[in-house]
């Protein structure tokens, strides 16, 4: 547990929040006065039986640390990655689809694309492992028809009992509706949904237009099938936390991190699962937007790095970058919902490295995991990782890790880098070692530039964040392949993502299907529409206890070429009363055409194909007070340590400090290693650190200013 300098005072009229980030192998918790800036941080264990345990326990602990009582939080924000782990174990619920006569297949068939084009021998994931196996996706007569959402054929109600009492007698876990057109008209999904109350009374029910109200059957069905495949088990995980904090007295109720990098309520999270597939990674990169925003230096890029992988998000001039409509999958499965663009990577401390039978030397993305974890942790693992690659190098010293709980043997890392590694290759440990460290390094360079320079950014005017366990180790050596200007290691940056969440808004997305020439589109319908999804925003914000002048709505619209098969989202004003509203939304398009493809077509007709409305319930930004050094600005170590050199690597004389004991102001020249209880900040020869004003460490290349 760490605590800022400041004294934490007790006063029931300042706003206590609480953020947690519940990760594979931590939950990490950050505790704020919104009123005075003062943060209490704390670490658990994450308990995989049940996540909540350690949530629970998390927050009572900083709540006496910080002299409150539980009742006196005004809110838990939450990011969570148990409905992504679902979709990385494959563990989800037993799912049944309920869809239109004559297309059971479309989540089999799905956009007849392949991984490789021109294989006849190759495993096509969506239908070797689908959703929804062929046997439980079951067909009734009915059909809604464009343009205007008419009922061609009526619902067969005795046939929906039939088939839902099919798949009762299946036990399924899940049952997913997805009927034609139903987002143009939902009426046949809620009819299902209400017989199903009667016939599978405990089993959790989707329906598409709920989901994703948009065109194109495939991805609809397949997000929809997603949400039904991690509901069941994200949703009894959320109403356990809720029990437990409700039965723990914990007062503010339970917000949780989205996808699209907002927070909704627990009762939305519940309904829509999916939305919370990437919530875990969103919040450092949200904390690293409010860091440079600070700092003075709104382009950044954030490296988020753990024990299994490292998590990257670009951000220019500080606005959050969201993927194209088409291109948010999970794993091998379409997911249309709206997802901030972040790169996930399996490089972490536990990466493995090894070299194969031709003598390609590999780090990642295989994982030693927890268990048995590095070989320097001296819980049976033999294998080379990148973290007995830093305790070779001499960068993590025993003593450290002995501090927070963790015994680290330097001889078990050298023997495992030597067997698996060196040997092998026919080098020294020094050379493996770095090696190690290098193609790690590397690995995560290339997903930063997959996320900057192919999209147009230019990285030398982007600062780098470091966050996570192992990111400041890592940030300075990438910099230097990237020609970053800056790295910036906030105070506590094991613990961004929870930091991340105080910083985020409460946000509600509706959406729906226009289709129509943006030429003759009626300005009475998009205006109805557009009032119609912004009022159901606006009560969800409402419900969530907001006032009108906290809250502001966001307007967009998903346009195309006529002919393009693929949208772009522009933002526009949301007055479509203007007479010159075309004109706004025509220049809008051609302007994001022209940036994403370099082309613009100012001649040809534009489609508005989906209006999006968005609700968003502003929170005050936190303004983080600077952490003030706590004893000696001296060297608490000294030894010899390993770096890469012109020469291949060398030797170098390195001291080791304490990071919060150095003064703002302080200017080191590397080598130097600072030190604490989260992380381990690596500056290598050839770079200068300096902890500036609000206590951030903030490294650059070359010597100190004169």
Request: proline fraction near 6%; glycine fraction near 10%; aromatic fraction near 6%.
């Amino acid at each position: 547990m760490w605590v800022n300098q400041y004294p934490i005072l007790q006063d029931i009229e300042r706003l206590y929040h609480l953020g947690i980030d519940i990760g594979g192998t931590f939950t990490d918790f950050v505790f704020r006065n919104e009123a005075t800036g003062e943060e209490v941080i704390h670490k658990l264990p994450s308990t995989r039986d049940d996540p909540s345990r350690a949530g629970l326990a998390g927050i009572q602990h900083l709540c006496s640390q910080a002299g409150i009582s539980v009742d006196q939080i005004s809110r838990v924000l939450h990011g969570t990655t148990v409905a992504t782990n679902i979709m990385l174990e494959r563990n989800g619920a037993k799912v049944g689809l309920i869809t239109t006569e004559g297309f059971r297949d479309i989540l089999h068939i799905a956009r007849k694309k392949r991984p490789l084009n021109f294989s006849n021998y190759q495993d096509i994931p969506w239908q070797s492992s689908p959703l929804v196996e062929r046997h439980l996706r079951l067909t009734v007569p009915e059909r809604i028809v464009p343009p205007d959402g008419a009922v061609e054929v009526a619902l067969d109600e005795k046939a929906v009992r039939k088939a839902l009492s099919e798949l009762a007698e299946q036990k399924v876990d899940a049952v997913a509706v997805c009927f034609l057109f139903s987002f143009l008209n939902p009426e046949h999904e809620l009819a299902v949904r209400r017989i199903a109350a009667e016939v599978l009374p405990d089993t959790f029910v989707t329906c598409s237009h709920e989901v994703t109200p948009l065109h194109r059957e495939y991805e609809r069905f397949s997000t929809t099938a997603l949400n039904a495949y991690v509901g069941p088990a994200t949703a009894r995980y959320l109403q356990r936390f809720d029990d437990a904090i409700a039965e723990g007295g914990v007062g503010g109720g339970l917000r949780l991190m989205t996808s699209a990098g907002g927070l909704v309520s627990s009762k939305a999270a519940k309904q829509k699962p999916v939305s919370l597939l990437f919530s875990g990674p969103v919040g450092a990169l949200i904390k690293g937007m409010d860091i440079g925003r600070a700092a003075g230096k709104p382009d950044v890029i954030t490296l988020d790095v753990g024990g299994t992988s490292a998590d990257i998000g670009v951000a220019p001039n500080g606005r959050l970058m969201h993927r194209h409509i088409l291109d948010t999958r999970i794993g091998d499965y379409d997911a249309m919902m709206p997802m901030v663009d972040l790169t996930t990577i399996g490089a972490g401390g536990g990466s493995i490295a090894s070299v194969d039978e031709a003598g390609m030397f590999t780090v990642g993305p295989r994982s030693a995991g927890a268990s048995p974890g590095p070989a320097c942790f001296g819980f049976g693992g033999t294998e080379a990782t990148v973290t007995d690659a830093l305790v070779a190098t001499g960068w993590y010293r025993t003593e450290t890790f002995a501090r927070s709980g963790n015994e680290i043997d330097r001889k078990l890392a050298g023997q495992a880098i030597l067997q698996n590694v060196a040997e092998p290759l026919g080098i020294s440990l020094p050379e493996a070692a770095l090696g190690i460290y290098q193609i790690a390094s590397r690995n995560m360079a290339d997903a930063i530039r997959l996320g900057s320079i192919t999209k147009g950014y230019d990285t030398r005017d982007f600062s780098l964040i470091a966050f996570g366990g192992a990111g400041a180790s890592f940030t300075a050596e990438i910099a230097r392949e990237l020609s970053i200007a800056q790295v910036i290691v906030p105070p506590h940056p094991g613990v961004g993502a929870a930091a991340g969440l105080l910083a985020t808004d409460i946000r509600y997305e509706q959406m729906s299907s226009l289709w129509n020439d943006l030429a003759v589109l009626p300005s009475t319908e998009l205006r109805e529409k557009a009032a119609s999804l912004a009022e159901q925003a606006s009560a969800e914000l409402s419900e969530d206890g907001f006032a009108a002048a906290d809250t502001e709505i966001v307007y967009r619209l998903d346009c195309r070429y006529v002919g393009q098969g693929y949208e772009l989202t522009i933002d526009v004003p949301g007055n479509f009363d203007a007479d010159d509203w075309r004109d706004t939304v025509a220049e809008n398009f051609h302007a994001a055409h022209e940036r994403q493809y370099l082309r613009r077509f100012s001649d040809k007709q534009i489609q508005v194909i989906n209006i999006r409305v968005i609700g968003i319930g502003h929170v005050p930004i936190p303004q983080s007070l600077p952490t003030l050094a706590s004893g000696s600005d001296k060297p608490v170590a000294e030894q010899t340590c390993m770096f890469a050199s012109d020469e291949g690597w060398g030797s170098f004389p390195t001291p080791f400090y304490d990071r919060h004991s150095l003064k703002p102001g302080t200017v080191i020249e590397g080598p130097v290693i600072l030190e604490q209880i989260d992380t381990t900040t690596i500056v290598p020869p050839g770079f200068t650190m300096l902890v500036d004003e609000l206590g951030n460490v903030v490294i650059k290349s070359g010597k100190p200013d004169a």
